[in-house]
Structures are given as structure tokens and as C-alpha cells.
């Protein structure tokens, strides 16, 4: 049976925001790019090419790729880059995953304005487990810098320095009218009363957690990460970047205008201030006629102030699978493999004779997991999958420790120096198929310390457990949720504190982990599973596709 195929088309586009013109890079020239259809279970091929000045590559975040890492599209993870004039026929194959997910650009910062949703559908003859929402739309949280993004990342990889600070945040690529010369770039949406929307929410942004309501109406969350939860009202939500969300919005309060707000959550070194509040506009209508505004703007949401971090983690916190018979979960109870993994900021020695122009004299940010600090393969002919598969040695080595350096305090507020200096390689962990695993992912108070919603390719995992402070091992595993809990790509690791997460191994192949803080991840915060083919042929990798584009 033939696929059906997307056109992808990179390039850059004009647009104007905040009162300046630049060129992006987009898909189709649209921004944010096209939302995928699809139904559970379907697989299509997205055709994408290149007709920009620079490299990239296409993720598909949150969607497992059974034996397929060919198409995943981590730059050097997975594959090489699609050169300039370049095409790549990417199959992107859905299983289990239902609800909303994403696609992005995963090489340097381009995913910035390089992303769009995915809407998988249930199964033909399966409906929602809740009521059919009489509308549904994609909602975008990004980001949009003024200057040139690629030169953000040139800066933040030569200087030492902490990223720009974007412009302002966007709904669905709209600054809002809060923002000087914003007034027109305002997402709206128009609802009628008595109606019920389904909002497909994405963190597409780069830097920050961010809060969002909507002023005067509690919001549902029915899902997350292409899984349903049990339902629950909120006033507010908080979203990770890479996170999505599923939230239905009953539009039940009297017929006037309301803005629907999203604000970033930070607790690092009070950088932003909590000035970042950007809007839409949820306006009532009547037939054609839009209800004006009863007051001199539409009414405001209160959101969490920016460093609340109980009112951050208060959202995932209340989350539960809906494990029923439709909906079984697979927690794993008997782990074959405990892994302890520790996410930092740190900082390393500039490199040899260059100055950083930093704040952190003569060193630069880094950023490591059980302080090792993850370099892309250094040589650009080559990536992590094919010199896996094709058994070519020196690319990358199979030490990633199993345990940090020292098992301590990690949330103490003077931490060890040598924990503060990570070294730096392309570290793989090599995990059997079939492994049942438990990884604790533990904060640390390095550099103070922040959130970090670590996000892992090719498989979801149950959020088992969390907590803040140091993870015990004798005393947490007592407390953790192994009957309801939520399924997720994305987790983030709380200031100061631990997520324990499980996942069996059943997909083969290679698999990025990662903060998805683009910060973090460009400093090292990241590492690589290889899950080994497991004994039967429908437990192994597929081949590649003849396409894949060439190294180099
Ligand atoms: Cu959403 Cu590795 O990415
Ligand atoms: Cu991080």
C-alpha cells in the first residue's frame, strides 16, 4: 500500500516582527511550519528538501521509529546533514503514540523557527476518550530573536557567554499586542459559546519552561506527549520545551474578549525578569460578529510568578495514564538495569590561547551528564549510526559511566571542584534489548542549579517518580506511582531535584538523550543509548534507506 507523502520545502522566508525584517529558515515559508495529519498506526513519508544556504536535518520528537533510527534526524546522532540542493525521503513511522507531537530541525539552533505540529488521529472506527471537541487547534509557544539565530549560536558557541535572550516569546509565531508594534502579529481565536476546543499545546521554544492560561476559563488537560492522561482542571498549565500538551477549553464565560497569555519559568541566576508575558486573544463571537472587548484590553490570566518553581512542577506532578483496557499500561517492574544519572551546568578552561569573553573569566559554560560533557562526532564525514552499523571504530567509545564520579550531596550549595569540571567525548551507553530500566536523572546545585526537561529519542518512558533535593535509594522507590503513571518523551528534572523514569528497550538502534534547554544540550548536556538488535529478525534494525544523505 503506497504512503503518503509531505513535501518539505527548507528555505528562507521573509518576516517582519517587533518592528524588524529578517529572512528565517522555514519549511514551505511558513512560520511556524505545516502540522502533520496522521493516524495511529500509519507511517508517511515526508519528502524534505534543502533548497536553503545551510544544513539540516528533520526530528520527529516523541515518534519511537521502531527499528527505524535512519529518519530520526539528530545531526551527527543519526545522519549527516541535508546539504544545500539536498533531498531525503524521511519515513516516519507512528505505532503507539496518539495525540500531539512535533517535528523540528535537530542540527545547530535552526529548529528556532524550523518546527510545526503532528496531529495523530486514533485509529479509524476509535474515538477520543472524551468528549469530541467541536474545534481543534495547534497552539506554538516559540521564541523569536530579532538577530539571526545562527549568529546567537556562533556567539554562544565562541564566547563563553550565556545565549541572547530572545526578543520575545510567540503564540503560534505571534509576538502579541503586549509588544511594541505587535499589535497586528496577535494570534487569535475565535470561539463560540457553548462550544469545546481541543488546544494541541508545544513548547517549541528554546530556552525556558513556560506557564500559560487563559483569563477567567480553567483549562482540561486530556494528554501529553502523544498519550492521554486522566483528565483534570487546571488554571494554569506548565509546559517543558519539547513537551506537548492536550488541553480542552470549554468556552462557557460571557461573551466578551480574553487574552490568553504564556510566560517563561526560570529560576537560573534570575537572568529574566518577569517581564516575558506574551498573548493571543480568545474573543467570543456571535454568528460573524466578534464580540469587542468589555473592558479597555481583554481581561488578563494571572500566571505563577517566573521563579515559582512548586507552581512549575505542579502541573506534571498531578498527571496519571489513564490505564484502562483501551489504554493498558506497561510499567517495568523488574529492572534488569539501574542507572544514575546526574545533569549539570559546569564550566571548562577556554580553549587554548582564546580568551572567553564570558562573564566566567577564563572559563566558558559546559554542561555534562554524570560529568561527562557530550561532543558531536568531531569528524563532519561521519555520524554515531553508521559508524555503529557499519562497524567503523573511532567515532565514538562505550564508557558513558554508569555512575557519576562522586556519590554525594549534589544539592549542597559547595559542591566538589572536581564535579565542576567535566571532561568532554562522544560517551555511548550500550544497553541490551529488552532491558527493563530505571534512570534516575538527579540535579545538581552546580552554577545554582536549574530545571532541565530531558528528553530521550526513540522510546517514551513512565514517570515513575520525582522529588526535590538528593534521590535516596533506600527510602523514594517506596513512593513511586507504578500503576497510573504518565507516559512522556519529555521530563523535566526539577531545580535541585530527581525524576526516576522506566522504559523497556524494544526499539534498536540509536538514540539521543538530551535537556532540551537548547543551551544546555549545545554545552553537553546530553549522551547517547545504543540498544542492540535483539535475537529474532523483528527485533532488529532495518536496513537504511538508499537515500541517506551522504557524509560529507
Ligand atoms: Cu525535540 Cu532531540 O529533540
Ligand atoms: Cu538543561
Avoid at 513535501?7 to 516582527?17: E, I, L, S
Avoid at 517587533?18 to 507511517?43: Q, R, W
Avoid at 528538501?49 to 527505524?68: C, D, K, L, S
Avoid at 559511566?401 to 569540571?421: E, H, K, Q
Wanted: net charge neutral.
Amino acid at each position: 500500500q503506497a504512503l503518503r507523502h509531505y513535501k518539505f520545502v527548507v528555505r528562507d522566508a521573509p518576516f517582519t516582527k517587533l518592528c524588524s525584517a529578517k529572512n528565517i529558515l522555514t519549511v514551505n515559508g511558513e512560520f511556524p511550519g505545516p502540522t502533520l495529519y496522521v493516524t495511529k498506526g500509519e507511517s508517511i513519508i515526508v519528502d524534505v528538501y534543502n533548497r536553503a544556504n545551510y544544513n539540516i536535518t528533520i526530528h520527529w520528537h516523541g515518534v519511537n521509529q521502531p527499528r527505524y533510527p535512519w529518519s530520526d534526524g539528530p545531526e551527527f546522532i543519526t545522519q549527516c546533514a541535508i546539504q544545500p540542493g539536498g533531498l531525503f525521503s524521511q519515513k516516519v513511522i507512528f505505532s503507539e503514540e496518539e495525540g500531539t507531537l512535533w517535528w523540528h530541525a535537530h542540527s545547530d539552533w535552526s529548529r528556532a523557527t524550523v518546527h510545526g505540529a503532528i496531529v495523530i488521529k486514533p485509529k479509524p472506527g476509535n474515538t477520543y476518550p472524551f468528549p469530541k471537541p467541536d474545534r481543534e487547534v495547534p497552539m506554538i509557544l516559540g521564541e523569536w530573536w530579532k538577530q539571526d539565530v545562527v549568529k546567537v549560536f556562533d556567539d554562544l558557541v565562541s564566547t563563553g557567554a550565556d545565549a541572547a535572550i530572545s526578543d520575545s516569546y510567540t503564540i503560534n509565531g505571534q509576538p502579541g499586542d503586549l509588544h511594541p508594534c505587535s499589535a497586528n502579529e496577535t494570534f487569535k481565536l475565535n470561539v463560540e459559546h457553548g462550544k469545546t476546543y481541543l488546544l494541541r499545546m508545544i513548547n517549541a521554544a528554546m530556552q525556558d519552561l513556560l506557564f500559560f492560561a487563559i483569563a477567567k476559563h480553567q483549562l482540561t488537560v486530556v494528554g501529553s506527549d502523544g498519550s492521554y492522561v486522566k483528565p483534570f482542571k487546571v488554571d494554569y498549565i506548565t509546559i517543558s520545551p519539547g513537551q506537548t500538551m492536550d488541553v480542552l477549553l470549554e468556552a462557557n464565560q460571557p461573551l466578551d474578549q480574553y487574552y490568553m497569555a504564556a510566560k517563561a519559568y526560570s529560576s537560573a541566576f534570575n537572568v529574566r525578569f518577569d517581564n516575558t508575558t506574551t498573548t493571543a486573544i480568545l474573543q467570543y463571537k456571535k454568528g460573524n460578529y466578534i464580540i469587542p472587548s468589555s473592558i479597555s484590553t481583554p481581561h488578563m490570566p494571572s500566571l505563577p510568578s517566573f521563579n515559582d518553581t512548586n507552581s512549575s512542577v505542579n502541573i506534571i506532578t498531578q498527571m496519571r495514564s489513564l490505564a484502562d483496557e483501551a489504554h493498558p499500561v506497561d510499567v517495568p517492574l523488574n529492572i534488569t538495569t539501574n542507572l544514575f544519572y546526574t545533569v549539570s551546568v559546569n564550566s571548562l578552561p577556554c580553549p587554548n590561547g582564546t580568551i572567553c569573553k564570558g562573564p566566567r573569566g577564563n572559563n566558558r559554560f559546559a554542561a555534562s551528564m554524570n560529568n561527562v560533557s557530550f561532543q558531536l562526532p568531531q569528524n563532519n564525514n561521519i555520524n554515531i549510526l553508521q559508524a555503529y552499523y557499519n562497524n567503523i571504530s573511532g567515532v565514538f567509545s562505550e564508557n558513558f559511566p554508569d555512575v557519576p564520579p562522586l556519590l554525594f550531596d549534589f544539592t549542597a550549595s559547595n559542591l566538589s571542584t572536581f564535579l565542576r569540571t567535566p571532561s568532554v567525548d562522544t560517551e555511548v551507553k550500550v544497553l541490551e534489548y529488552g532491558s527493563t530500566v530505571e534512570l534516575v536523572l538527579q540535579g545538581t546545585n552546580l552554577l545554582a542549579g536549574t530545571e532541565h526537561p530531558m528528553h530521550l529519542h526513540g522510546h517514551s518512558f513512565y514517570v515513575v517518580g520525582w522529588g526535590f533535593g538528593n534521590y535516596n535509594k533506600d527510602k523514594d522507590p517506596f513512593n513511586y506511582n507504578l500503576v497510573d503513571p504518565p507516559y512522556q518523551n519529555t521530563v523535566a528534572v526539577p531545580k535541585n531535584g530527581w525524576v526516576a523514569i522506566r522504559f523497556q528497550t524494544k526499539n534498536p538502534g540509536v538514540w539521543f538523550m538530551h535537556c532540551h534547554l537548547e543551551r544546555h544540550v549545545s554545552w553537553g548536556m546530553a549522551m547517547t543509548f545504543i540498544v542492540k538488535n535483539g535475537n529474532n529478525p523483528g527485533q532488529q534494525m532495518l536496513p537504511p534507506p538508499p537515500d541517506m544523505p551522504r557524509c560529507n
